[in-house]
């Protein structure tokens, strides 16, 4: 599967919550449209078919979102 760019993924998380913050579900029909075409771009490019499964998906996919080990290995 292609991933998205991390950058690409960023974009549309952030215009989502953007969105979402500005309740464009209760706004003009050109509002609601964008909304669900970031949804949808979000579900392609994460390749999931809901939308909180596509931020969760984004969002571990950006850089700094995943915990690093760095306990030391004795042998």
Known sequence: ???AHPVILRNLVE???ALTVLNAQRGT???KQELDDVAYMLCVATGTSDIDAARVAATYRLP???VHDDSVLTC
């Open 64 to 66: 700094g979102a995943r």
């Open 1 to 3: 599967m292609l991933l």
């Open 29 to 31: 029909d050109e509002a």
């Open 15 to 17: 215009r989502h919550e």
